[in-house]
């Protein structure tokens, strides 16, 4: 598709397009104009050629679109006047893809170039499996892991496997995680279409968290590559309002109020509350303020699509199983908010 090209069609069912055996890359955008000629070379220098690569840029006022015309002409480009969301682009991605997997790459992201190839074979050695998490390193310091597949805990915090561990190899074993990191993830197209894709509501952050839980519900496990992605971590950050600690918080709250039994209260305000001493003494109670009240103004909407629209296989009980969720044992990143 050309640059200048509208938002997508949902009034027709990607359920009854063909797809072909083949993995198509999406790549969000939003004045990434400095990380794309990394990622789209570290594509171009993949061992195996995805069918397609399509970039979805969300209102770019850097001149994304223009370099990707002038030099990356083989790129397809869907272009939005406005910013909505790195959830919704990733959508529109999903629905123009013409290939039955997904990669979803970050812009500050370089992949290694056997990335693409052991992802996708992996995952379709597991016809159980609707997504594959991979081994995220640091760009700026690779002995640094950023993420090796993500867990939800009964306090409503998200886990990133191996979160500023170095990298001494014990990361390196092929196996089952709870959900992936949508920063370098592949994907079973068909599977994220029938449950509706990303809940374009949450914007930024956690949507992945969010859509993995849902594959669990409805009985899909997620398995992790170790094939390395470089990320350079919080690329585009510092542009967002308030910060990923605002729309962290915000959408921790979206999740517990469509998905959490009124029993799992107890852990979520104990980490509520840890959350918001931990920013106090930080100096950053205002963005996580911002992001508590912006997600309660939600929580009605929450609550009416807490049914999903298929039927479920598994309980949340059982599809977000008990962890520790305070004390030592409880993990997560090496800070004082978890």
């Given at each position: 598709?050309?640059?200048?090209?509208?938002?997508?069609?949902?009034?027709?069912?990607?359920?009854?397009a063909a797809t072909t055996p083949g993995v198509t890359v999406v790549i969000p955008n939003w004045?990434?104009?400095?990380?794309?000629?990394?990622?789209?070379?570290?594509?171009?220098?993949?061992?195996?050629?995805?069918?397609?690569?399509?970039?979805?840029?969300?209102?770019?006022?850097?001149?994304?679109?223009?370099?990707?015309?002038?030099?990356?002409?083989?790129?397809?480009?869907?272009?939005?006047?406005?910013?909505?969301?790195?959830?919704?682009?990733?959508?529109?991605?999903?629905?123009?893809?013409?290939?039955?997997?997904?990669?979803?790459?970050?812009?500050?992201?370089?992949?290694?170039?056997?990335?693409?190839?052991?992802?996708?074979?992996?995952?379709?050695?597991?016809?159980?499996?609707?997504?594959?998490?991979?081994?995220?390193?640091?760009?700026?310091?690779?002995?640094?892991?950023?993420?090796?597949?993500?867990?939800?805990?009964?306090?409503?915090?998200?886990?990133?496997?191996?979160?500023?561990?170095?990298?001494?190899?014990?990361?390196?074993?092929?196996?089952?995680?709870?959900?992936?990191?949508?920063?370098?993830?592949?994907?079973?197209?068909?599977?994220?279409?029938?449950?509706?894709?990303?809940?374009?509501?949450?914007?930024?952050?956690?949507?992945?968290?969010?859509?993995?839980?849902?594959?669990?519900?409805?009985?899909?496990?997620?398995?992790y590559e170790p094939c390395v992605a470089l990320h350079a971590g919080g690329g585009s950050e510092?542009?967002?309002?308030?910060?990923?600690?605002?729309?962290?918080?915000?959408?921790?709250?979206?999740?517990?109020?469509?998905?959490?039994?009124?029993?799992?209260?107890?852990?979520?305000?104990?980490?509520?509350?840890?959350?918001?001493?931990?920013?106090?003494?930080?100096?950053?109670?205002?963005?996580?303020?911002?992001?508590?009240?912006?997600?309660?103004?939600?929580?009605?909407?929450?609550?009416?699509?807490?049914?999903?629209?298929?039927?479920?296989?598994?309980?949340?009980?059982?599809?977000?199983?008990?962890?520790?969720?305070?004390?030592?044992?409880?993990g997560g990143h090496r800070d004082s908010t978890h």
């Amino acid at each position: 598709m050309p640059s200048g090209s509208s938002a997508p069609d949902h009034s027709i069912s990607p359920l009854t397009a063909a797809t072909t055996p083949g993995v198509t890359v999406v790549i969000p955008n939003w004045n990434g104009m400095q990380w794309l000629d990394g990622v789209l070379g570290s594509i171009a220098k993949q061992d195996m050629a995805p069918l397609e690569t399509i970039v979805v840029d969300n209102g770019s006022t850097d001149g994304s679109v223009e370099h990707l015309k002038t030099q990356w002409p083989a790129v397809e480009v869907i272009h939005w006047d406005s910013n909505r969301g790195f959830a919704a682009a990733a959508n529109a991605g999903f629905h123009h893809a013409s290939g039955d997997l997904v990669a979803l790459i970050n812009t500050d992201i370089v992949l290694e170039p056997d990335w693409l190839r052991r992802a996708s074979v992996a995952l379709r050695s597991r016809t159980d499996a609707a997504s594959v998490a991979t081994k995220m390193l640091d760009m700026g310091d690779r002995t640094l892991i950023y993420d090796t597949g993500d867990f939800l805990r009964r306090d409503g915090a998200c886990e990133q496997r191996g979160r500023f561990h170095m990298d001494t190899g014990s990361y390196d074993t092929p196996g089952e995680v709870w959900s992936a990191c949508a920063g370098a993830a592949i994907y079973r197209r068909q599977p994220v279409l029938e449950l509706g894709g990303f809940d374009e509501r949450f914007f930024t952050y956690l949507e992945d968290v969010e859509l993995g839980l849902r594959l669990r519900l409805a009985g899909w496990t997620c398995i992790y590559e170790p094939c390395v992605a470089l990320h350079a971590g919080g690329g585009s950050e510092a542009a967002l309002s308030g910060g990923a600690a605002k729309w962290v918080e915000r959408n921790t709250i979206l999740i517990v109020a469509r998905h959490f039994p009124l029993s799992w209260l107890g852990p979520v305000v104990y980490r509520q509350t840890a959350w918001k001493l931990a920013a106090i003494r930080s100096g950053t109670l205002t963005s996580y303020a911002k992001g508590f009240f912006t997600g309660c103004r939600l929580i009605g909407s929450m609550l009416r699509s807490r049914q999903l629209a298929g039927p479920t296989k598994l309980t949340v009980q059982e599809a977000i199983p008990w962890r520790p969720w305070h004390g030592p044992k409880a993990g997560g990143h090496r800070d004082s908010t978890h």
